[in-house]
C-alpha cells in the first residue's frame, strides 16, 4: 500500500482556472509534508515544508494546507509556465534516517 | 546559489558495464541521499549517509549497487554490472542537520542512465 497518494495523476487547465492537487498521506508520525515543483528532465525544486493541521503557506499563485491526513496545493489563476509535475513527499518519524517517502506526482498543464 | 552539483547530466552505457555517478552537495551539508527516479513515477531513496557514515542503505540493491562519501563531502555511486531495468534518473539530494528535522532537502539535476 502507498504511503503517500497523489491526485489526480494528471490535469489540463486554462489560463487563468484555479484548481487544486491532493496528497494524501497514511504514515505513523508525520515529522514534515514537502511540496517539490519538477521540471520535465530536471531534479525537483523545494517549495513548501508543511509540519502540522492547519498550517498553510503561500508562494506567488501557489498556496498548501495541511490536515491530518491530506495536503492541497491550491494553484490560482495558473500561468503556462506553471505547467510542471507537482510531488508530495512526507517525512515519517519511525524510520531510520530523515529521507522523504514521495508520491508519484501530479503533472499539470496550463495553457494560454 | 548554493546547489547541489551532479555528473554527469547524461550517461549511455551497455548492459552488464560498470558506471559511476558523481555528487557535490551544498557547502556544510552533512547529510546526502541518492534516490533513484523512474520515468513516471516519485523518487524514491537508494541510501543515506550522515556525513561519511551510512544511515539508511535499506532499498539499495547492494549485488550491484555501492555508494561511498570517503570524507564526508562528496560522493560516488556506482552500478556493476548494469541492467536494462536500471534506466533511470539518479538524483542527488542534502540537507543541513539543525535542531529541527523537518528541514527540507535540496536537489541537483540529476543523471539520465540509459543502458542499452
Known amino acids: 500500500e502507498d504511503q503517500v497518494t497523489q491526485s489526480p495523476e494528471a490535469l489540463r487547465l486554462q489560463e487563468g482556472e484555479s484548481s487544486s492537487l491532493n496528497c494524501s498521506y497514511t504514515v505513523s508520525g508525520l515529522r514534515g509534508l514537502f511540496w517539490y515543483r519538477q521540471d520535465p528532465g530536471k531534479g525537483p525544486e523545494f517549495l513548501f515544508t508543511?509540519?502540522?493541521a492547519g498550517e498553510e503557506k503561500e508562494k506567488e499563485r501557489l498556496k498548501a494546507t495541511l490536515t491530518k491526513k491530506e495536503s492541497f496545493l491550491h494553484i490560482t489563476a495558473p500561468k503556462p509556465e506553471d505547467s510542471a509535475t507537482y510531488l508530495c513527499a512526507v517525512r515519517e518519524a519511525n524510520q531510520a534516517g530523515t529521507a522523504l517517502i514521495f508520491g508519484k506526482g501530479t503533472t499539470l498543464s496550463v495553457s494560454s | 546559489e548554493a546547489e547541489v552539483a551532479q555528473s554527469p547530466r547524461y550517461k549511455i552505457t551497455e548492459k552488464s558495464q560498470a558506471v559511476a555517478f558523481w555528487c557535490d552537495p551544498i557547502?556544510?551539508?552533512?547529510?546526502l541521499y541518492w534516490y533513484r527516479q523512474i520515468l513516471g513515477q516519485g523518487p524514491e531513496l537508494l541510501v543515506q549517509?550522515?556525513?561519511?557514515?551510512?544511515?539508511?542503505d535499506s532499498q539499495l540493491p547492494k549485488d550491484r549497487f555501492s555508494a561511498e562519501r570517503l570524507k564526508g563531502v562528496d560522493s560516488t555511486l556506482k552500478i556493476q554490472p548494469a541492467e536494462l531495468g536500471d534506466s533511470a534518473m539518479y538524483l542527488c539530494?542534502?540537507?543541513?542537520?539543525?535542531?529541527?528535522?523537518?528541514?527540507?532537502?535540496?536537489f541537483g539535476q540529476g543523471t539520465r542512465l540509459t543502458v542499452v
Open positions: 508543511l509540519y502540522s
Open positions: 557547502s556544510g551539508h552533512a547529510t
Open positions: 539530494a542534502s540537507r543541513s542537520t539543525g535542531v529541527s528535522q523537518g528541514t527540507e532537502a535540496f
Open positions: 549517509f550522515q556525513d561519511e557514515s551510512v544511515v539508511d
